[in-house]
C-alpha cells in the first residue's frame, strides 16, 4: 500500500495548496491545534484562504501568523477574541467573518464528513445567527437549517498515529480534530508520535485511518493560553 | 446590603441537586464550583469536550493538553471523560445536561438573554452560549441588577442582539432572585438581605409579580 | 451521590416500564444485545411496546422472547430476516414494522440524542423509503428528511462500566448502542463488568457517564448466529 | 463459457486498487477478497462498525463480539478499528468508501438497483444496502445475467422496488462487463470468454452500445 507517511509537514502538503481554498484547521484555542502545518502553510504563500477553525489563534502563533501574512481572506469561527490583529483586520474591512454558534461549528464539520447536507438546530433561533435560514416546527418547538461544511484540505492534530493512518487524540486537544479529520477532500494529520502497526488498540482508535491521507510527525511548542494554576497548602 | 461576587455564587450554588450534570460559565459562574452544598455531589461539564472537570493544577500538574472553554489550566477528577466538540454540543443540545450558570448583559421580562455582542464593538464570537442556552434543561443567569452606568438590566426586552429567545429560568442579580416561567413572566422570589422591595424597583425596568418565599 | 447501580435487571427498570412505551434496544444481530434486560422486560410483563432495534433478534432468543409473548406492538428496524415468529405475527397483521436503512436509522438515533429533530440524507432517495417525505436540494443533489429518534426508555450493551456509568464497548459489540444510550429518557446499561471508579481511562470512555442513569452487571449467553470458521492447515 | 461464481468474483476483484477502502456484499461479492490481485493492499469495512476486516476465525478464534454484516464470526487484522454504526454509515454516507461489490435481482441501463424486496414474499429488510450504494463512491455489481427462469436482470426499467436510483458505475454479470454513466446509459466493455454478443443481446433487456476493450 502506497504509505501514508510523509517526512515532514512542507512535504505533507505538496500539491494539496492553491489559492482561494477553503481550509479546516482543528484546535480549540492553542490546544490540539495543528502547528507545523499551519507554519508550512504560512511558508508556502498560499493566499485568498477561507479557514474554518473554532477560533483565530493568537498574535504571532497558531492562525494568527497566517493572519499575520494577510494570507486570510474569511475565517468561519464561534470565538476569535485574543487576537489583535484579528481585530484590526476585521474592523478595517480587509478580513471576513462568518460566526457560528460553537456547537453547531462542531455538528456542520460532523454533518459535512457523514454526508448530511443539512440538519436543524433549536440554537440561535431568534437570534440574528436564524436571520435568512429556513424555519421548521418540529413537535411544536421552532428549529432553524444549519449546513453541512466540507473544505478542500483539512489539517488536524493529533496523539499518536499508526502507519495506517488511525489517530488518537490526549485529552481536551481531541476538541474539532475528529470531526474536521472526516470533512476534508484531504486529511492530514501531525501527530507527537507514529507508532507501528498494531500498537493502536483497534477497540479505542478515536479516528480511524480511512479519514486520514497524510500523516506527518512533528515538534510541539504546545503554547498555553491561560496558565491557571493553585498553590499548595503548607504542610 | 447587595450580595457581592462570592454571595452571588454562593445562591446559585443553592440551585445544584445531587447527581446534577452542570455546565459553569466564566467569572461569577466559575466560583460556583467553590460554595457546592454539603451532600451535593455534582459533575462539570466543558463544552470543549470534557466531563468530571476539576479545579485549577498545582503548578507541575500543568497540562496543555487539559484545558477548559475558557482556555484556562484546570485538571480531571476520577470518573472523567474526554469526548469531541461534536459530542460535546450533542449532548448540550440534546437536553442532557441539567444546569447551566452563566454571566449576562440584558435579561427581558419574557426570559430573552443577550450576553454575547455590543454593536459598535469588536464582536469576539458567542462561542458556545447559544447551544448552551437553547440546549440545556435549565439556565440560571448570575449578574448585577443594574450596570456600571446604573442603567436596568432586567428589561421590558433586550436591546442588544439575543443569544436566545425565551431562554431563561432564573435570574440572580445582587438585589434579589428573579423566577421566570414561560408565558408567565418574570416573578421576584427573593431578597438579598437588606434589600428592599423599592430598591428593587427603582433598578427594574422590567415588569415583574412579588411572591417572596 | 446516588448510586447508578442496580443489583439485577429487573430492579434497574423498576418504575421504568409502562404499555404503549417506546423502548430502543442495542445490538446487532445477537451481537451486543441486552440480554438480561430483554428477558427482565418479557418478565414484566408490559405490552403494546414499540422497539427501536437494528434487527429483533431470533426465535426465542433476543428481542424474539418479547415477540413470542406478543409484547411488541410495532418494530422499527432495518433488517428482520432471522426470525420466523417476526415473519408469522408480521404477514398476519398482528405486528407493525417499519424499515429505516441502516445508517438512516443509526443517524435517527444520534441526531434524536443530540437534538437534532430533522436531517437530509441521499439514502433512499427514488425509492419507497422517500415516499411522503420532504425532499430538498443541497448542491444540485437531492436529498429526503429524516427525523431524529428518542425513546421513553433505551437498554443498551456495554462491556465494561464504572459506577459514574462511564461505559466502553468491545469490538462490533458496539455497533447501535453509543447513539442509544444518547437518545433514551432513560437508559438502562448492562455490562459484563463493572470495574472501580478510576479504573477506565478518561481519554478512550465510549460513553460517557451522563447518558447512563442505571447500571446493572450481568451474566451474558453471547448466542452466535453464524458460526463461520475456517481450517488450519495440517502441518 | 459463461464465468462461475469463482470467475466472477476474480473478475470483479481487478476493479480493486492498491489503497482502496472496500465493502463486500454477502455471497459472490464475499468471495472477492480471495482473489485480490498481487501488490494491491485494500482495507475492508464491515457496516456493523469496523475496518480491518480478516478471513474467519480458526475455530479456537471464535468471538462472539467480533461479527460482519452478515453475522458471521470474523477476525481483525493489525490496523483494524472499531467504531458505532453511526460512524461507520457517517464513512458510508459521506463518501469515504472507495468500492461497494454488491449482489442484485435486477439493475436498469439507467443504473437503478433493486436488491431488497419481492412484493408478495417476506421482506426482510434493505439492511445498509440503500446507504452503501447512496454513498459509496463506486458500486459495482456481482450478478448471473438472468434469473433461474431465463428472465433478463438488465432491464430497461427495474420492476422491482428500487434500492437505489442510478447508483450503479459498473455490472459483472457470467456474460460480461457492462459499464454505467450517469446520462449515457450502458456499454458493454467485455465478455466472458466464448461468449458471443448475440449470447448477450438474446438475454438482456436493456439498451445499451458495445465497446469492447
Redesign the interface.
Known sequence: MTGKIFKDARTALDGLLFDGMTIMAGGFGLCGIPENLILAIRDSGVKNLTVISNNAGVDGFGLGMLLNTRQIKKMISSYVGENKEFERQYLSGELELEFNPQGTLAERCRAGGAGIPGFYTKTGVGTVIAEGKEHKVFGGETYILETGLVADLSIIKAWKADPEGNLIYRKTARNFNPMMATAGKATVAEVEEIVPLGRLDANFVHTPGIFVQRLVQGKFEKRIEQRTVRQRESA | MPWDRNQLAQRAAKELR??F?VNLGIGIPTLVANYIPKGV?I?L????????MG?????DE???????A?????T?L?????????D??????????DLSILGAMEVSEKG?LANWMVPGK??????????LV??VKRVVVVMDHASKAGEPKLLKQCAL??????VVDLVITNLGVFEVKRGEGMTLIELAEGVTLDDVKAQTEASYKVALT
Open positions: 445531587d447527581g450534570y455531589s459533575t461539564q466543558s463544552e470543549n469536550g470534557m466531563l468530571g479545579p485549577f493544577p498545582y503548578e500543568v497540562d496543555a493538553d487539559l484545558i477548559n475558557g482556555k484556562q489550566t484546570i480531571e476520577l470518573g472523567a471523560s474526554y469526548f469531541s466538540s461534536a460535546s454540543f450533542g449532548m448540550i443540545r440534546g437536553g442532557h445536561i430573552d469588536m464582536v469576539k464570537g458567542m462561542g458556545g452560549a447559544m447551544d437553547a440546549g442582539p439575543l443569544t436566545g429567545k425565551a
